[in-house]
T-cell receptor, first 112, second 115 residues
């Protein structure tokens, strides 16, 4: 079946540090890959996505590249801010209705 | 655009009672809605997929007679937890999409506590 394995947290960084959150997946076919972010007290928001191999999704300084050969979609940001503190979920979509399968989530805390 | 609301945001009910949670797409027509359950410090687990006007498709292990889903219009889906028990306490999240293959937009979630 389809699954997403995500780096366990929590992750605590100082402001302006480099961020990497690892994500690998197992899927049949050719899924689309996503990163969602959940800020405290809010619903999930799409951060970025990639729909085919070698695509790079980017938004708000975050980037992730769809690597088919390593079945990975690692999230990176060169310089994190306090406002980036949130829970980050890696996900893949599958099926005719494009259901989502989520990773376990990674809590990121950025300290000033 | 693409805002999804849920009501209520929090509910506390007694064991054995039923609770209804509403999910609305405020500014678009949602042909497909999804219901998820999220346990503390864990990921979202898909419970069911519903298309407007048809029966929901439940994921393996989800009791369809316990978690009743109705998607009667293109802007509203409801999840009713029947005869709730403390183990049903969780965070329930809905999402909506405009059609097959489209992005899902998530509601803010409903915290259910069964005492």
């Amino acid at each position: 079946g389809n699954s997403v394995t995500q780096m366990e947290g929590p992750v605590t960084l100082s402001e302006e540090a480099f961020l990497t959150i690892n994500c690998t997946y197992t899927a049949t076919g050719y899924p689309s890959l996503f990163w969602y972010v959940q800020y405290p007290g809010e619903g999930l928001q799409l951060l970025l996505k990639a729909t085919k191999a070698d695509d790079k999704g980017s938004n708000k300084g975050f980037e992730a590249t769809y690597r088919k050969e390593t079945t990975s979609f690692h999230l990176e940001k060169g310089s994190v801010q306090v406002s980036d503190s949130a829970v980050y979920f890696c996900a893949l979509s599958w099926g005719s209705a494009r259901q989502l399968t989520f990773g376990s989530g990674t809590q990121l805390t950025v300290l000033p | 655009g693409a805002v999804v609301s849920q009501h209520p945001s929090r509910v506390i009910c007694k064991s054995g009672t039923s609770v209804k949670i509403e999910c609305r797409s405020l500014d678009f027509q949602a042909t497909t809605m999804f219901w998820y359950r999220q346990f503390p410090k864990q990921s979202l687990m898909l419970m069911a997929t519903s298309n407007e006007g048809s029966k929901a498709t439940y994921e393996q292990g989800v009791e369809k007679d316990k978690f009743l889903i109705n998607h009667a219009s293109l802007t509203l889906s409801t999840l009713t937890v029947t005869s709730a028990h403390p183990e049903d306490s969780s965070f329930y999240i809905c999402s909506a999409s405009m059609g097959r293959g489209d992005e899902q937009y998530f509601g803010p979630g409903t915290r259910l506590t069964v005492t």
